[in-house]
């Protein structure tokens, strides 16, 4: 069993920026592919970011450039740094790992999800 706790939501202007902090439970954070999704009022729930448990990683088309995934196997910490935020990043952030050494875009493809951060971004 892991347990995930986001922190770092907030309100935020537009072109702002936040960091978000993912803490995870468990010795073998390390080996885990972690990632984070993002879910708007009435929208479905979608991928945002992955990082592999071998380093790599993989950004949705809308935030590349302006989001980067990181992690702290030391810390057990996943963070995402959201940089040049606009109205339509808002939303509930979650981070998810997965045992897989591989990263998806699926919900499915997670094991342990967080509780969500709420980031809001006004225009």
């Known amino acids: 069993q892991v347990q995930l706790v986001e922190s770092g939501g907030g309100l935020v202007q537009a072109g702002g920026s936040l960091r978000l902090s993912c803490a995870a439970s468990?010795?073998?954070?390390?080996?885990?592919?972690v990632a984070w999704f993002r879910q708007a009022p009435g929208k479905e729930r979608e991928f945002v970011a992955a990082?592999?448990?071998?380093?790599?990683?993989y950004y949705a088309d809308s935030v590349k450039g302006r989001f980067t995934i990181s992690r702290d196997n030391a810390k057990t910490t996943v963070y995402l740094q959201m940089n040049s935020l606009k109205p339509e990043d808002t939303a509930v952030y979650y981070c998810?790992?997965?045992?897989?050494?591989?990263?998806?875009?699926?919900?499915?493809?997670?094991?342990?999800w967080g509780q969500g951060t709420q980031v809001t971004v006004s225009s």
């Open positions: 990082n592999s448990w071998s380093g790599s990683t």
């Open positions: 468990g010795r073998t954070f390390s080996s885990y592919t």
């Open positions: 998810a790992v997965t045992r897989n050494p591989h990263y998806g875009t699926s919900r499915g493809w997670y094991d342990y």
